[in-house]
């Protein structure tokens, strides 16, 4: 009987660091994929400020010309 009480205590040891285990994993997946997300926001943010500042570039042009004319 103590033998048997033993092995479920270890089998339930072996749950919880299992279950530690994939709440872990789980954890530093959600860590990556939130690091992945700000990347790509990042890229994405500095792409509108490229665009932005080229619309602003190509107005400034066109105005540099119009008052040429």
């Known amino acids: ?3 048997m009480a033993m092995a479920n205590k ?3 040891m072996v ?3 299992m279950m530690m285990m994939m709440m872990m ?3 530093i997946l959600m860590v ?3 690091i992945m997300i700000m990347m790509i926001m990042t890229i994405v943010i500095i792409m509108i400020m490229m665009i932005m500042i080229m619309m602003i570039m190509t107005i400034v042009i066109i ?3 119009m008052m040429m004319y």
């Open 63 to 65: 105005m540099i010309t």
């Open 1 to 3: 009987m103590a033998v």
């Open 32 to 34: 990556v994929v939130m």
């Open 25 to 27: 994993m789980i954890m």
């Open 15 to 17: 749950d919880v660091v």
């Open 10 to 12: 270890m089998m339930w």
